[in-house]
């Protein structure tokens, strides 16, 4: 009875190892994409030039 007790709490731990193992990686999935947008909105901004006068209405690309 012991050891079905061990292989069960063994078998049990391997589980939560594997659920842990694959939360990391949705978290490192996550996180790399969050970068990549980060990235082209850096990208963007440098590319557009800010709005000459802002006072006179019209669209602003910072808003």
């Known amino acids: 009875m ?4 061990l292989a069960s ?3 049990l731990a391997q589980e939560q190892m ?3 193992l694959l939360s990391i990686a949705a978290v490192k999935q996550a996180s790399e994409a969050q970068k990549q947008v980060a ?3 850096s990208r ?3 590319a557009v030039p800010p709005a000459g ?3 006179q ?5 910072y808003a």
């Open 2 to 5: 012991e050891i079905r007790s």
């Open 57 to 61: 209405g019209g669209f602003s690309t």
């Open 18 to 20: 594997s659920q842990t």
């Open 44 to 46: 963007n901004a440098t």
């Open 39 to 41: 990235d082209m909105l």
């Open 9 to 11: 709490q063994a078998l």
């Open 53 to 55: 006068n802002t006072q």
